[in-house]
C-alpha cells in the first residue's frame, strides 16, 4: 500500500474567465471528492467544479494552489485576497472569514480499523479511545475543544496510514473523504458513528471586497436554483 503523498504544493493555474486584473488566490487540500488531485496531475472534486463555474458565471478569476490544510487554512486566514476550500462554517471561524456557499455539506464521522472491537453509540462513548484528525482542521478543533485526545498528522492519506498500522484508535474525517480514501488504497476501515453534520464553503479573508463576496454567493444561489449544483454533487456519491 503506497499512501505517500503525491503533492506537496500544487499549482493548478486559473479559474474562471476574467476581462480584470487577477486579483484574488485560492488555496486548497487534497481532501476527496472535494478537492483532489488526480493521478494524471490536475485538480478535480466537486468544491473545485462548482467554485470553477461559479468564477465563470461572474467572469471572476483566481489562481489556486493546493496545500496541507493547516497551511492553506493560515493563508486564507492572514493573507490579503485569498480564499481557502472546502472550509466547515463554524461557530470558532465564523468571524474569521467572509463566506461564499454553501458549496454542499460535510458529515464528520469516526472511522475504525475493519476488525476493530471498538463501539460507540455517542461521542462520549469514544472519548476513551485515541482520534486522529487532520492539524488544525475542524473536526481536530471541535473535538479537542470537547477534551478528546488528538492526534494530528498533515494529511488524510498519513492519518489512514497511521490507523492501519494502529497508531489511533479512531479516524475523524468527513464521511465520503474517509470512503474514498480506503476504497483508493485499499485499506479495510469501517464507520463507527458519524458525530457532525456541517455546511461547507469557500472562507474568503476579510481583505476580499464585499461586492466579491456579494457576487460570488448570488452566482451560487443562481446554480442551486438551476440545478447545476446538485448535478455536480451527484457525480461524487
Same mark, same amino acid.
Given at each position: 500500500?503506497?499512501?505517500?503523498?503525491?503533492?506537496?504544493?500544487?499549482?493548478?493555474?486559473?479559474?474562471?474567465?476574467?476581462?480584470?486584473s487577477?486579483?484574488?488566490?485560492?488555496?486548497t487540500?487534497d481532501?476527496?471528492?472535494?478537492?483532489?488531485?488526480?493521478?494524471?496531475?490536475y485538480l478535480?472534486?466537486?468544491?473545485?467544479? %462548482?467554485i470553477?463555474?461559479? !468564477?465563470?458565471?461572474? =467572469?471572476?478569476?483566481?489562481s489556486?494552489? @493546493?496545500?496541507?490544510w493547516?497551511? *492553506?487554512?493560515?493563508?486564507?486566514r492572514?493573507?490579503k485576497?485569498?480564499?481557502?476550500?472546502?472550509?466547515?462554517?463554524?461557530?470558532?471561524?465564523?468571524?474569521?472569514?467572509?463566506?461564499?456557499?454553501p458549496?454542499?455539506?460535510?458529515?464528520?464521522?469516526?472511522?475504525?480499523?475493519?476488525?476493530s472491537q %471498538?463501539?460507540?453509540?455517542t !461521542?462520549s462513548?469514544a =472519548?476513551?479511545?485515541?482520534?486522529?484528525? @487532520?492539524?488544525?482542521?475542524a473536526q *481536530?478543533?471541535f473535538?479537542?475543544?470537547?477534551?478528546?485526545?488528538?492526534?494530528?498528522?498533515s494529511?488524510e492519506?498519513?492519518?489512514?496510514?497511521?490507523l492501519s498500522l494502529?497508531?489511533?484508535?479512531?479516524?475523524?474525517?468527513g464521511?465520503?473523504?474517509?470512503?474514498?480514501l480506503?476504497?483508493?488504497?485499499?485499506v479495510?476501515i469501517?464507520?463507527?458513528?458519524?458525530?457532525?453534520?456541517?455546511?461547507?464553503?469557500?472562507a474568503?479573508?476579510?481583505?476580499?471586497?464585499?461586492?466579491?463576496?456579494?457576487?460570488?454567493?448570488?452566482a451560487?444561489?443562481?446554480?442551486?436554483?438551476?440545478?447545476?449544483?446538485?448535478k455536480?454533487?451527484?457525480?461524487?456519491?
Amino acid at each position: 500500500m503506497n499512501l505517500r503523498k503525491k503533492v506537496a504544493l500544487f499549482f493548478v493555474g486559473l479559474l474562471g474567465v476574467s476581462s480584470n486584473s487577477l486579483g484574488l488566490s485560492f488555496v486548497t487540500e487534497d481532501y476527496p471528492p472535494f478537492a483532489y488531485v488526480t493521478d494524471y496531475g490536475y485538480l478535480s472534486g466537486s468544491s473545485y467544479q %462548482i467554485i470553477d463555474e461559479m !468564477l465563470k458565471r461572474t =467572469r471572476l478569476a483566481a489562481s489556486v494552489k @493546493v496545500y496541507p490544510w493547516a497551511r *492553506a487554512y493560515r493563508m486564507a486566514r492572514d493573507g490579503k485576497d485569498v480564499c481557502v476550500f472546502t472550509a466547515a462554517r463554524t461557530k470558532d471561524l465564523e468571524e474569521q472569514f467572509k463566506w461564499v456557499g454553501p458549496l454542499s455539506t460535510d458529515s464528520w464521522t469516526l472511522f475504525a480499523r475493519a476488525d476493530s472491537q %471498538i463501539f460507540a453509540n455517542t !461521542l462520549s462513548d469514544a =472519548r476513551i479511545y485515541k482520534i486522529g484528525a @487532520v492539524n488544525e482542521s475542524a473536526q *481536530a478543533t471541535f473535538l479537542k475543544s470537547n477534551g478528546f485526545a488528538v492526534d494530528t498528522a498533515s494529511s488524510e492519506d498519513l492519518n489512514l496510514r497511521k490507523l492501519s498500522l494502529g497508531r489511533f484508535d479512531l479516524w475523524a474525517v468527513g464521511s465520503a473523504s474517509g470512503k474514498w480514501l480506503a476504497k483508493k488504497h485499499g485499506v479495510p476501515i469501517k464507520k463507527v458513528m458519524t458525530f457532525r453534520e456541517v455546511a461547507v464553503y469557500l472562507a474568503c479573508n476579510p481583505s476580499v471586497a464585499s461586492s466579491a463576496i456579494v457576487t460570488m454567493n448570488d452566482a451560487i444561489r443562481r446554480m442551486k436554483a438551476d440545478g447545476f449544483i446538485d448535478k455536480v454533487l451527484r457525480l461524487y456519491q
